[in-house]
């Protein structure tokens, strides 16, 4: 019963917030179709209702799906990775087709405009595949055998975060780059770049076990940006705000890396996964977390959470539709 009034508490709560997102905004309102997709580690969940109530996707299509690492969803169409490979559906969810097998897949990268330009970028456990034709074909990419953790696009660097560190391809896959040698060596979780990286190349990494790693010049040069020897999963840069989520739980710095805040309240020690600002920038403090046991909510940017939704079940990514502006990166800007 608890867990179902907070559910009702935050669909009503969306509703009151968005008005007042767009008073503050000019006017401009909020649009958001209020269905969340969750990801976990024994197939996906949607909620039409965010977050009130949750369905487990159950279509015969997604046979083999297995874990859930990534899903995209760009209006009815939502792309969605699991270790069963890519999977696609045309109708927000309600059927679903297979496009890649063989290959578990770790991240998808759509373009930012899928009208004009129909390319697709899919990391997988084994190197990064592209299509041309949003996802009916796929061919290999020269970065293969690293398992390709995160995409971004900015254009017209693509930026890739890997088992074997970070890279950096010009040329839309056609040949890569790594990071400079001052980036500690090891697996790649996350890396979040500034919201205007092709002239201000400022990006923030994060190395399994070495905590976080920043660099103003594009990659070429890194330095140390705190939380040391900590394992950081998830890295989503706000405006001024800097969020990291791993294993020692969500922290925020607001001065690039030199301090930072821990916000686990009402976590109970539960280890977050991925963090999901659905309305930003326009409500950015409104969050929704995954973790090892459920997701969690937030109206006030981590200060105080609430939960769990899918109690019980390792949430590994989160999504909606539309993408928060500044957090997926889909496709040049």
């Known amino acids: 019963m608890r867990g179902r009034a907070l559910a009702w508490s935050l669909a009503a709560g969306l509703l009151v ?11 401009q309102a909020v649009v958001t179709s209020l269905t969340i997709f969750a990801g976990t580690d024994e197939g996906a969940y949607r909620s039409r209702n965010w977050g009130l109530d949750w369905e487990k996707l159950k279509h015969p299509g ?20 699991g270790d069963g490979g890519l999977y696609v559906s045309d109708d927000d969810g309600e059927t679903w087709t297979r ?15 899928p009208n004009v330009d129909q390319t697709v970028f899919v990391g997988t456990t084994e190197g990064l595949v592209k299509s041309t034709d949003a996802g009916a074909t796929f061919r290999a990419t020269s970065e293969r055998g690293a398992a390709v953790r995160r995409l971004e696009w900015p254009g017209p660097a693509l930026v890739m975060a890997t088992s074997a560190g970070l890279q950096f391809s010009q040329d839309a896959g056609a040949s890569f780059k790594k990071a400079g040698d001052t980036l500690p060596t090891g697996d790649v979780t996350s890396f979040a770049l500034s919201s205007f ?49 791993g294993g020692g739980g969500v922290h925020r710095s607001e001065d690039s890396g030199k301090t930072w805040t821990s916000l686990v309240e009402g976590l109970d020690g539960r280890t977050p996964i991925r963090i999901m600002f659905p309305l930003a920038p326009a409500a950015g ?26 109690k019980g079940r390792r949430v590994l990514c ?16």
């Open 197 to 245: 990286f092709i002239v201000d190349p400022v990006l923030f990494a994060a190395v399994e076990g070495k905590g976080l790693v920043r660099s103003t010049n594009g990659g070429v040069t890194w330095v140390p940006a705190g939380l040391a020897g900590a394992t950081v999963t998830d890295l989503v840069w706000l405006g001024p705000f800097l969020y990291a989520v």
């Open 285 to 310: 403090s409104e969050a929704f977390l995954a973790t090892e046991d459920g997701a969690f909510h937030t109206p006030d940017g981590g200060s105080h959470w609430s939960g769990p939704m899918l």
């Open 62 to 81: 997604l046979v083999g799906l297995g874990a859930v690492h990534t899903i995209v969803p760009l209006g009815p169409r939502v792309y969605m990775g």
């Open 318 to 333: 989160l999504a909606t539709y539309p993408p928060p502006l500044g957090q997926t990166g889909i496709g040049p800007r």
């Open 17 to 27: 917030a968005a008005p007042a997102a767009a008073e503050q905004k000019g006017r």
């Open 99 to 113: 496009a890649l097998g063989g290959l578990g897949v770790l991240s998808v990268l759509p373009s930012r405009y």
